[in-house]
């Protein structure tokens, strides 16, 4: 999916299949392939700092084709932050728009997400930003905000 994701983005077609045991080294492998480093981006850190998996692409093991870059990939405006100048941003439900549906619970990795009086909430202690929350949400009802230090 290229874009702002599976709620909001454009399908591409890559031609692979990715499969694996460990969801973080899945996410760093394809960030490799679509041309970015894996360790750039805070979501694949975090993850792999927490033990969740790997994100350095040379401690992974791939099997099968050998697949080529691809180099016009059109990544999500959010994504791309260097570690030195990562914005402090969350992800934030606009009270005007979510609908309660529960979809951002259900499909949060972190399990970051609780039902709440109205609409969910959110344990930022929990949470590593990975967006999951917004990509799934049909009403486009989750935003990435200023955080306060």
Not at 31 to 54: D, Q, W
Not at 141 to 149: F, G, T, W
Request: proline share 8%.
């Amino acid at each position: 999916m290229e874009g702002s994701g599976a709620a909001s983005g454009d399908p591409r077609k890559l031609g692979m299949i990715l499969a694996s045991t460990d969801a973080v080294a899945v996410d760093s492998l394809i960030c490799h392939i679509l041309g970015e480093s894996p360790l750039e981006l805070p979501v694949n850190v975090n993850a792999c700092e927490r033990g969740l998996g790997e994100a350095n692409i040379t401690k992974i093991k791939v099997l099968g084709d050998q697949v080529e870059p691809i180099n016009d990939f059109k990544w999500p405006s959010v994504r791309i932050f260097p570690l030195d100048k990562i914005p402090l941003l969350k992800p934030v439900i606009d009270h005007e728009i979510c609908t309660g549906c529960g979809r951002c619970i259900k499909n949060c990795p972190m399990k970051a997400l609780t039902p709440g009086n109205e609409i969910p909430e959110f344990n930022y202690e929990e949470c590593i930003t990975c967006m999951c929350c917004s990509e799934m949400c049909l009403e486009k009802a989750i935003k990435l905000e200023n955080s306060p230090v």
